[in-house]
C-alpha cells in the first residue's frame, strides 16, 4: 500500500470512529430509563414531600420549623437507594448553611449537641464531603470536645445532656468513616450493654431495659469498630424479638412498626444476617402505599398496619426505606445515585 492510501484507509478510520463516539451518546439517551424499584418509588415519594426541594419540616401548634434530622435521614435513603441524587445535593446544601447548622448543632461554645454533630458529619461522609470543613465548622474537632474520659459523648448545654446510645453510635460511625473512634467510645459503649444481649437508649439507669432502635444503631457502630462479639449480641437479642411477620416493635409497642423495622433490618443486612433482613424487608414493603393507593401516597411507607397517615408517613418511609435497601450506615454513600424523584411503575 502507498502512503497516499494509507493514509486515506487511516483518515477513513479516524472518521467511522468519530462518527460512532457521537452517535453513542444520542443512542444511549434514547434508552428508556430503568423502571424503579420500590426502594427508589419510596425515596421519590419522600424526596417530594421536601419544601423547596431541599428540605424536610415538621409542623407543631400550626407552625411549620425546619427539621434537620429528618432531612439527613433522607440523605442516608437517597443514598441508599442511589436515587433523587438532586434532592440529597440540594439537602446538604441546604444543611451547611451556618444558620441552619448551628441551629441543629450547637453554635460550638454555649452549647454542643453530640448526637447532632455526630449525625451531621455522618451526613457530609455520606455525601462525599469532608466533615473537618462542613458549613466552616469541624464537626469532628467539635465532637472531640465532646468525649468525656469515660468514653461517652455528651451534650455541653445550659439545658442538660440529652445524649444517648444513638449520640454514642453515630459518633463512632462518623469517626469510623473518617480514620477510627476512640477505643474508649466502643468500650463505654459495650459497657452499657444489658445482660440480655439488647442495648439501652439511656446510659446510667438503674434497670437496663434493651431498645430496638438502639440495639440495631449500636450494632452498627459495633461492627464498624470491629467489636464483633459485642455485635453479635446485639444481633441475636433482635432476632430473638423479631416478630413471625418480620417486623419490629418499638419499645413498649404493641404493633411492628416501620421505623424500628428499617433500623433492625439494616443492622441485620450489614451483618450478613441474610435471612432476618429479608423477613424485615418484606413487613416493610407491606406496608407501602402501591398501585391502588391515590397518586400522591403512591411510594411512601405507612408506620404500622392501620395504614397510611401524613404526619407519620415521612419519617416512616425515611427510615423504613434503610431496611429495604439493606446498606449499612459504615458503606452508605451517594456516589453513583441518579436524578430525579421515582414513582411506582403504574398503569394509572
Not at 467511522?16 to 434508552?31: D, Q
Not at 457502630?221 to 413471625?244: D, P, T
Request: aromatic fraction near 8%; charge should be positive.
Amino acid at each position: 500500500m502507498t502512503r497516499s492510501r494509507a493514509r486515506a484507509a487511516a483518515l477513513l478510520v479516524t472518521v467511522a470512529l468519530a462518527c460512532t463516539t457521537a452517535a453513542t451518546p444520542a443512542f444511549a439517551a434514547s434508552r428508556p430509563a430503568p423502571v424503579p424499584t420500590r426502594g427508589q418509588a419510596a425515596s421519590g415519594w419522600l424526596a417530594r414531600q421536601m419544601a423547596q426541594g431541599s428540605h424536610l419540616v415538621s409542623v407543631f401548634s400550626g407552625q411549620t420549623f425546619p427539621n434537620q434530622g429528618a432531612t439527613i435521614d433522607a440523605i442516608f435513603a437517597f443514598a441508599a437507594t442511589k436515587t433523587a441524587n438532586g434532592f440529597g445535593e440540594r439537602a446538604i446544601s441546604w444543611l451547611r448553611r451556618p444558620g441552619i447548622l448551628s441551629n441543629y448543632i450547637g453554635n460550638g461554645t454555649s452549647e454542643s449537641f453530640a448526637g447532632a454533630t455526630a449525625k451531621a458529619a455522618l451526613a457530609a461522609e455520606v455525601r462525599g464531603l469532608n466533615p473537618t470543613r462542613f458549613g466552616k465548622v469541624n464537626l469532628l474537632r467539635r465532637l472531640s470536645r465532646l468525649l468525656r474520659k469515660s468514653g461517652r459523648y455528651s451534650d455541653h448545654s445550659k439545658f442538660g445532656d440529652f445524649s444517648n446510645a444513638f449520640s454514642q453510635s453515630l459518633a463512632i460511625l462518623a469517626l469510623t468513616r473518617h480514620g477510627g473512634a476512640p477505643a474508649s467510645a466502643a468500650r463505654f459503649l459495650i459497657s452499657s450493654e444489658c445482660k440480655n444481649g439488647g442495648f439501652p437508649l439511656l446510659f446510667g439507669q438503674k434497670t437496663c431495659a434493651s431498645d430496638t432502635d438502639s440495639t440495631a444503631m449500636d450494632v452498627q457502630a459495633l461492627l464498624a469498630s470491629g467489636h464483633h462479639a459485642a455485635a453479635v449480641r446485639g444481633l441475636n437479642w433482635l432476632a430473638r424479638v423479631q416478630q413471625k411477620n418480620g417486623g419490629f416493635l418499638a419499645t413498649g409497642g404493641k404493633v411492628p412498626n416501620a421505623n424500628s423495622t428499617g433500623l433492625a433490618g439494616e443492622a441485620l443486612a450489614a451483618a450478613q444476617w441474610h435471612q432476618r433482613a429479608a423477613m424485615a424487608r418484606r413487613f416493610l414493603l407491606s406496608l407501602q402505599v402501591g398501585c391502588s393507593g391515590p397518586g400522591f401516597r403512591r411510594g411512601a411507607i405507612a408506620f404500622d398496619s392501620t395504614g397510611f397517615a401524613r404526619s407519620t408517613a415521612v419519617d416512616a418511609t425515611a427510615q423504613g426505606i434503610l431496611g429495604v435497601a439493606g446498606v449499612g450506615l459504615a458503606h452508605l454513600s451517594s456516589r453513583g445515585s441518579r436524578d430525579g424523584d421515582p414513582r411506582l411503575a403504574c398503569s394509572s
